[in-house]
Nanobody, 121 residues
Framework: QVQLVESGGGLVQPGGSLTLSCAAS????????MGWYRQAPGKERELVAH???????SYASSVKGRFTISRDSAKNMVYLQMNSLKPEDTAVYSC???????????????WGKGISVTVSS
């Protein structure tokens, strides 16, 4: 009923930039929050950035000052602008959203399939 699809990943050189996009579609009444996680090989999943409706974005300390999360509420989309990329940013990035499908229930978390970002020369 609800689908999240990421785009914009790929290979980039250290110091470069990349923008990830995530589109939510389906039976959506409202979106309470959206954000991005990442998981590098052999490491635990890490919350990268998070934005609650009407709230201030929050970031992992490892990306603060380099990454910017933004939302387009009209389009049900969330973006992650990544600058000054480092090899340690290499990971699979997954979009998530806390979505209410009806006004009568609380939100549930939905996830995209993930998209690969590789930072390498």
């Amino acid at each position: 009923q609800v689908q999240l699809v990421e785009s914009g990943g790929g290979l980039v050189q250290p110091g470069g930039s990349l923008t990830l996009s995530c589109a939510a579609s389906g039976s959506i009444f409202s979106i309470n929050a959206m954000g991005w996680y990442r998981q590098a090989p052999g490491k635990e999943r890490e919350l990268v950035a998070h934005i609650i409706s009407g709230g201030t974005p929050s970031y992992a300390s490892s990306v603060k000052g380099r990454f910017t999360i933004s939302r387009d509420s009209a389009k049900n989309m969330v973006y992650l602008q990544m600058n000054s990329l480092k090899p340690e940013d290499t990971a699979v990035y997954s979009c998530y959203a806390d979505i209410m499908t009806t006004p009568y229930r609380g939100g549930m978390d939905y996830w995209g399939k993930g998209i690969s970002v590789t930072v390498s020369s």
